[in-house]
């Protein structure tokens, strides 16, 4: 049996290091296939300019694909930056969605909901909740949402994890932007506390038996799961 255990694990982590060996041309080609417009190039600049990172083009791309194709209604984020992501979320989202964003940091919400006003969005199309995600999240209800986006603190991923799970409806999604860690996470020698606990999150996901799990090699790697 440990042997297996063993195997198993050993396997894993080749298959984590094969999928972040994803090439710059590719990963070039991923970020430009679909564009950004003006809205996007402006939030995107704004994280920029303060120093925030946002998911990729590739990443918003999928994040927008998985909320059009649940038809999600109801959608939580936490992270809300500048709003990049936010603003990939509603353009998949249903035309009576309700994106909630959580961000312990009030001025970045406000940049956000500028670019959501630009982007065309009624304001009661996203409700915007300034404080840390793990003190907000409790405050969500059970099992009413389709989709909740992780973008985060990554050392509280798998506190992340335990509410989006609590969160979620059965069939939705829950997605972490950035388990990569810009190519830590396929590093044994990174042994920091950031990495370590995607790490764990990344295996908690995938030998949990709730979740059917994939780890999409964009942006910096975004981890999906369907909640059974």
């Given amino acids: 049996m440990a042997g297996n255990v063993d195997i198993r694990s050993a396997s894993a982590a080749r ?27 402006y939030a995107r600049a704004q994280s920029a300019r303060l120093g925030i990172r946002a998911i990729g083009p590739s990443g918003g791309a999928c994040l927008r694909l998985v909320a059009a194709a649940l038809d999600a209604k109801a ?42 006003h630009a982007a065309g969005f009624a304001s009661n199309r996203s409700r915007f909740i ?4 793990l003190d907000v999240l409790p405050r969500l209800a059970d ?3 389709d989709l909740v986006f992780c973008d985060g603190d990554p050392a509280e991923s798998q506190q992340y994890l335990a509410e989006s799970l609590r ?5 939705g999604m829950v997605c972490f932007e950035g388990v990569f860690q810009e190519g830590r996470l396929a590093e044994p020698d990174q042994h920091d506390p950031q990495t370590h606990a995607v790490r764990e999150l990344v295996r908690e996901v995938r030998e949990s038996e709730r979740l059917l799990p ?14 059974r």
């Fill in 167 to 171: 969160l979620l409806r059965p069939g």
């Fill in 75 to 116: 959608v939580a984020e936490i992270g809300t930056g500048t709003g990049v992501s936010g603003v990939y979320l509603l353009r998949g989202m249903r035309p009576d969605g309700v994106l909630t964003t959580v961000d312990a940091e009030p001025v970045h919400q406000q940049y956000a909901r500028e670019a959501y």
């Fill in 15 to 41: 298959g984590e290091a094969a999928i972040t060996d994803f090439g710059p041309a590719r990963a070039a080609l991923a970020d430009t296939y679909v564009g950004e417009d003006a809205v996007l190039t």
């Fill in 143 to 145: 099992g009413q949402y």
């Fill in 214 to 227: 994939a780890l999409l090699p964009v942006s910096d790697g975004l981890l999906c799961a369907v909640k």
């Fill in 130 to 133: 300034p404080g840390r995600a």
